[in-house]
C-alpha cells in the first residue's frame, strides 16, 4: 500500500483536497494492472474516483499477450466477423488505459469495426442484448447495430 500522507494536499476547481504531484517520474505499476507515472498519482486516482488501488510493484506494468482466437466468431447482420463474448465481469486492462468487461470485449474492441453502417429504420425503442459490437467514430463500442444506430441517429 502506498502512504498518501507524505504528499501535500492542494484543493481541486470542485473544491475536492488532493495529492500534490511532483513532476518527476517514477513509473509504478498499480494492482489493476496499470502503470501510474508516480505512487502520488496513483494516491490522486484514488482519491478523484474513490477507489482503492494499491500499488504491485516499482516499475511499469508487463503487457501480456491476449489470444483472441480462442474466442468464437460469428458473422454480424453486415457480415463482419465478430467475437461472441459473453457478460462475465472480469475486467482486464488494455495499453490504451480503458478496463475492459472481460478479455473478449478487449479483442473485439480491437477488431476493425469503422464501416458504413445503413441506419435508416432506427431509432428503436428497444434492443436486444445481442452483442455483436461496433465502434464508432467517437471510439464507444456498441454492443450492436441498434444500439449503434439508436446514438447516432
Known sequence: QVDCSKYP???ND???EVPLC??????ICASNAVTYSSECLLCAYNVEYGT???KDHDGECKVSDVDCSKYPNSTNEDGKEVPLCTKNYSPVCGTDGVTYDNECVLCAHNMPFFLQVDCSGYP???C????FPLCGSDNQTYANKCAFCNAVV
Open 52 to 54: 482503492n488501488i494499491s
Open 128 to 131: 436486444t442484448l445481442e452483442y
Open 124 to 126: 428503436k425503442p428497444a
Open 14 to 16: 470542485e473544491g475536492k
Open 22 to 27: 511532483p513532476k518527476t517520474p517514477s513509473p
Open 9 to 11: 494536499n492542494t484543493t
